[in-house]
């Protein structure tokens, strides 16, 4: 999950990682999916850019990130 935000070019929506993984476009996973990305927000591998809209944190594992260098 983690891996296909970093190599998206582009924040993603709970849906959009539940289609990309395969898995059923529902609401009960969607929802869950929603949880474990705000999860990650919290814990900094994700950032929210805007409500419902995330990407990777800039620095994980060497990801510049949205807008940054690698050097900032």
Known sequence: MVLLLASSDKPLR?????RALGQQDV?????GM???LKRLVSDGWLVEREQGLFTIASGVNGFAGEGN???D
């Open 14 to 18: 709970a849906r959009d990682v539940v």
């Open 27 to 31: 609401r009960g996973r969607v929802e």
């Open 69 to 71: 260098t690698a050097t």
């Open 34 to 36: 929603r949880a474990r």
